[in-house]
């Protein structure tokens, strides 16, 4: 049964870091791209970060970059996105989406060949 969990979300201060996990069955990241969104309070939601299949190579959003890393362990099943850096204006649901076949992490930026999505996980940036 195909399923994506994020876990990892929580509170940080402006210049902390977090690491947000991303559980995932019912496909492998050797066939598939999976990547994160974010959407804030009154906001779009924002594609972050896309990791092609076969666990590379990476791709992020202008606003992120330098900052998130994304990284996938295909035994675990699991993919990651390291936040460093963190901004107040980084606060919002992330959501692990993995992509639809026939589409690549390109699309998955520009918001298209969505597939399958978490509930999110809850990231607060704040003093």
């Known amino acids: 049964q195909l399923q994506v969990v994020e876990s990892g979300g929580g509170s940080v201060q402006p210049g902390g870091s977090l690491r947000l996990s991303c559980a995932f069955s019912?496909?492998?990241?050797?066939?598939?791209?999976i990547g994160w969104f974010r959407q804030a309070p009154g906001k779009e939601r924002e594609a972050v970060s896309c990791?092609?299949?076969?666990?590379?190579?990476?791709h992020y959003a202008d606003s992120v970059k330098g900052r998130f890393t994304i990284s996938g362990d295909s035994a675990k099943n699991t993919v990651y996105l390291q936040m460093s850096s963190l901004k107040p204006e980084d606060a919002g649901v992330y959501y692990c989406?993995?992509?639809?076949?026939?589409?690549?992490?390109?699309?998955?930026?520009?918001?298209?060949?969505?597939?399958?999505w978490g509930k999110g996980t809850q990231v607060t940036v704040s003093s």
């Open positions: 990791i092609s299949s076969g666990g590379s190579p990476a």
């Open positions: 019912g496909f492998t990241l050797d066939y598939y791209h």
């Open positions: 989406v993995r992509g639809a076949s026939g589409y690549g992490c390109y699309d998955f930026l520009l918001g298209y060949g969505l597939d399958d």
